[in-house]
Structure formats: structure tokens, C-alpha cells
Nanobody, 127 residues
Framework: QVQLVESGGGLVQTGGSLRLSCAAS????????MGWFRQAPGKEREFVAA????????MYADSVKGRFTISRDNAKNTVALQMNSLKPEDTAVYYC????????????????????WGQGTQVTVSS
């Protein structure tokens, strides 16, 4: 079992920045992929970014490329999502997720691949 706890959400104006953090516990994460997803009211959960713990390879949704950065801290067992140049359309509940993956496989953007989920943290961007 992997436990995930998100933090760092809040209210920010358009153009502002927020940094989300996901604290992971329960397993050694070296063979895991960690992802961030978001879900706005009335919409399906969508992929934001993912990182392979071993090696640090990353993947981003087109809508956040150049604005968001995903990273991991091996010492703290945390994954962060730095969000810059925020837009009202980034408003959503953001979820941290994880799954065990073969080392050579690319990170998945499908929520169906992820076995563990945090409780979510609200991000609201005002116009």
C-alpha cells in the first residue's frame, strides 16, 4: 500500500503561482510513477503531469507545458507540482496518484493506470 497526502492548494489570481506537494509513504518508490491529475466540476479527471521516480523522466499535458513543473525529492519522499502563470481554467481539485511500473516503460497519462490516490487539494484561480 502507498499512502498519498496532498497539500499546498489555495486561491490565487490569474498569473500567479502555487506549489502543490504530495507526501508518499508505505513503500519504496523507486519502481513507481507519480502523477498529478485534476478534476473540475462537471468534467472528467484529466492528466496534468507525471514523473518516474527512478531516473526522473517526466511527461506533461499540452495544456500545462511550459507553465507547470513536476519534481521529486528522494530524501523527503515527496512529489511537487510547481504551477506558474496560472489561468482560471486551471481551477480544479488536484490529485496525486501513483502506480508501480516497469523501469523502461514511459509514464502513463491514463488515470486507469494509477492504483493509489490522495484525497485531493483545491486550486482556485480567480480572473
Amino acid at each position: 500500500q502507498v499512502q498519498l497526502v496532498e497539500s499546498g492548494g489555495g486561491l490565487v489570481q490569474t498569473g500567479g503561482s502555487l506549489r502543490l506537494s504530495c507526501a508518499a509513504s508505505g513503500r519504496t518508490l523507486s519502481s513507481y510513477v507519480m502523477g498529478w491529475f485534476r478534476q473540475a466540476p462537471g468534467k472528467e479527471r484529466e492528466f496534468v503531469a507525471a514523473i518516474r521516480w527512478f531516473g526522473g523522466s517526466t511527461m506533461y499535458a499540452d495544456s500545462v507545458k511550459g507553465r507547470f513543473t513536476i519534481s521529486r525529492d528522494n530524501a523527503k519522499n515527496t512529489v511537487a507540482l510547481q504551477m506558474n502563470s496560472l489561468k482560471p481554467e486551471d481551477t480544479a481539485v488536484y490529485y496525486c496518484a501513483a502506480y508501480a511500473s516497469p523501469f523502461l516503460a514511459s509514464p502513463s497519462a491514463s488515470p486507469k493506470s494509477y492504483d493509489y490516490w490522495g484525497q485531493g487539494t483545491q486550486v482556485t484561480v480567480s480572473s
